[in-house]
């Protein structure tokens, strides 16, 4: 017992759990008092030119400081616990952190988001790989080339950011499909690995989880599950990271050449969900489809504008909620798997226990839970006496619109049955429904109590549009001001770590396995 409890502050799984549901509380709280960690939870903001860059820079210096202070003092402080080479690691840590700065900010330049698509930490893979391949790295620095110990804390902030909530909007019939989806992949690379090319079934299982699940995180989660080793992970992880690459180059171009026709964008977006290994990757072609369509040179087969929307949504269905939901249970399925069929020892000590599922099972992934859990039930409690307001001046904006209205309801009365919900004063407009959220019917109501003449009626719509969204306390203030912060702070965290991934793999090293790997 003593040594179990001393695994709480000496291993990375735990002290992983510790900060990112540290961060999480964090936000709570903060948000609870009427506060947020949004003012310093950022990344750089898009620039063109370096004007833009160096008052970007200015004005988020300050809460790239807190950022670094945050996880520079906990993962020094954790590096104490674990009796690692403190003096090693902090000088590493400092130079990681800049790198990833100076990628976040390449990354959102407008030319290269406009030209490669890629996101932070893909191109953070891809400098990390030519550094890592070009110069010999020095001994000192390996310290704090700490890539599992950065994905698990991103792993476990991703967590808050998929409530269980989001399963049950998606609807049972969409969440099995991408389970189908998910099962049928893991299952083609890992007999394709073991079957066809003879590798290690712990290796297949790891090749399988990096491509049926969620890229890197799920590689090296599985990889702990299964006693994976260490370098059959950091193959899996660098071939995972190649095939995602070329997903992009080929899927940028194949989507946009066959929609509208004959899929739409919300199945281009589904079947990109499908198809791609990595989050960032599948986003990057997901998101150059949305920006083309929403600048109209794809419309529908009559010339109809489509909703950009569609293929971002079903493909966050599809790949984030459908695929990496899972990396938890893999986890526990192959940690059992692979104890009982895989690994050679005596049958009298196969008998599977609690003891050995917990000991197999990689604590960070109780940390994804947890998060998941807490913000499942923060979302699912809206306060009762929230209430929506919209401006009768302002801009409306969702990714499909952007509407810059100035709406008159002096001659406007609002439709009997939603008289005790919807209020115009002098200040706005407001909607109040005991935490519920305006639902499309009311809106449809208040939308044709609008003249069919009215010269406002443009302006008027924008406005019990930013009021619908304004009543929906998850989107319009949870997620603003709690989810996207902690979704910030996990960029950081992956961003860290796929530079470490691309500092540490060597080609060289990759080859001794053969093309085996890589075609499985």
Not at 102 to 126: C, D, E, Q, R
Not at 313 to 324: A, E, S, Y
Not at 414 to 427: F, K, R, W, Y
Not at 484 to 505: D, E, Q
Request: glycine share 8%; aromatic share 12%.
């Amino acid at each position: 017992m003593h040594e179990e409890l001393k695994k709480l502050w000496k291993t990375e799984d735990y002290w992983a759990v510790w900060l990112g549901i540290g961060i999480v509380l964090l936000a709570l709280v903060v948000y609870s008092t009427g506060g947020t960690i949004a003012g310093w939870a950022v990344k750089p903001g898009s620039w063109s030119n370096l004007g833009a860059l160096g008052t970007d820079f200015a004005k988020h210096l300050p809460h790239y400081l807190t950022i670094f202070a945050i996880f520079g003092v906990v993962f020094t402080f954790s590096m104490v616990a674990m009796d690692r080479k403190v003096g090693r690691f902090i000088p590493g840590f400092i130079i990681l952190f800049l790198g990833s700065t100076v990628i976040f900010y390449l990354s959102s330049n407008t030319f290269i988001k406009a030209t490669l698509h890629m996101g932070a930490p893909l191109l953070a893979l891809i400098i990390g790989l030519i550094i890592g391949n070009i110069f010999k790295l020095p001994e000192w620095f390996h310290a704090s080339l700490l890539t599992e110990y950065y994905i698990k804390t991103g792993i476990v902030l991703l967590g808050a950011t998929l409530p269980l909530t989001l399963i049950f909007n998606a609807g049972p019939i969409a969440f099995l499909q991408a389970t189908i989806v998910s099962v049928c992949t893991w299952l083609t690379i890992f007999l394709a690995a073991t079957k066809i090319f003879g590798l290690d079934r712990q290796f297949g299982a790891v090749l399988g989880a990096g491509g049926a699940v969620c890229g890197v995180s799920a590689s090296i989660a599985v990889g702990g599950a299964v006693k994976a080793k260490k370098d059959h992970i950091a193959i899996s992880i660098a071939i995972v990271s190649v095939w995602a690459i070329v997903m992009i180059l080929a899927l940028s171009v194949i989507v946009k050449w066959m929609v509208p026709v004959p899929i739409s964008p919300g199945e281009a977006g589904a079947w990109t969900g499908t198809s791609e290994f990595a989050d960032a990757a599948g986003f990057a072609v997901v998101a150059e489809l949305s920006d083309v369509i929403e600048s109209g040179a794809i419309r529908g087969v009559n010339g109809e504008m489509l909703n950009p929307d569609d293929p971002i949504n079903t493909f966050t269905l599809m790949k984030v909620i459908g695929r990496d939901i899972w990396i938890g249970i893999w986890c526990l399925i192959l940690a059992v798997v692979s104890f009982v069929f895989w690994e050679k020892r005596d049958a009298s000590e196969k008998t599977v226990g609690a003891g050995i599922i917990w000991e197999r099972f990689p604590k960070f992934v109780l940390g994804f839970f947890a998060a998941s859990i807490i913000m499942t039930f923060v979302s699912s409690t809206p306060p009762s006496d929230w209430v929506g307001t919209a401006p009768f001046a302002g801009t409306y904006k969702s990714s499909a619109e952007k509407i810059v209205y100035q709406a008159d309801f002096s001659d406007y009365a609002v439709p009997s049955e939603l008289a005790d919900q919807v209020m115009i004063t002098d200040e706005g407009l407001s909607y109040a429904n005991a935490g519920e959220p305006m639902t499309l019917h009311e809106f449809e109501i208040l939308k044709s109590a609008i003249r069919v003449d009215d010269t406002n009626r443009q302006d008027k719509l924008g406005a019990f549009k930013q009021l619908r969204f304004a009543s929906n306390w998850f989107e319009s203030d949870l997620r603003k001001e709690v989810i996207t912060p902690i979704k910030n702070l996990r960029s950081w965290a992956f961003v860290l770590c796929f530079l470490c991934i691309g500092l540490s793999t060597r080609f060289a090293d990759l080859l001794t396995f053969g093309l085996k790997p890589f075609w499985a």
